[in-house]
């Protein structure tokens, strides 16, 4: 990924967050944000960095008889 596409990737991961948390404090939490002192957001490419896990899949592999051997 390109320094532009990361840039661009991180823009609009930060926008979902603000989002999320617009609609948590208009709907659920009101005054939600004034107590957060972190807050993280992962997307399936956040979680294929950590993990490793082909597309960012959140559970890994399947378990099939074809992943795991016979």
Same mark, same amino acid.
């Given at each position: 990924m *390109? #320094? #532009?596409?990361? &840039? %661009?990737y991180r823009?609009i !991961?930060e926008d979902?967050?603000? %989002? /999320?948390?617009?609609? +948590?404090?208009? !709907? +659920? /939490?009101p005054g +939600?944000?004034?107590?957060? @002192?972190? =807050?993280?957001a992962a997307?399936?490419l956040?979680l &294929? #960095? =950590?993990?490793g896990?082909?597309? $960012?899949?959140? =559970? *890994? @592999? ?6 795991? $051997?016979?």
């Amino acid at each position: 990924m *390109g #320094r #532009r596409d990361f &840039e %661009k990737y991180r823009s609009i !991961k930060e926008d979902f967050s603000q %989002k /999320i948390l617009h609609q +948590l404090e208009s !709907k +659920l /939490i009101p005054g +939600l944000r004034s107590h957060l @002192l972190f =807050y993280e957001a992962a997307t399936p490419l956040t979680l &294929e #960095r =950590y993990t490793g896990n082909e597309m $960012g899949a959140m =559970y *890994g @592999l399947a378990s099939t008889p074809q992943q795991v $051997g016979n």
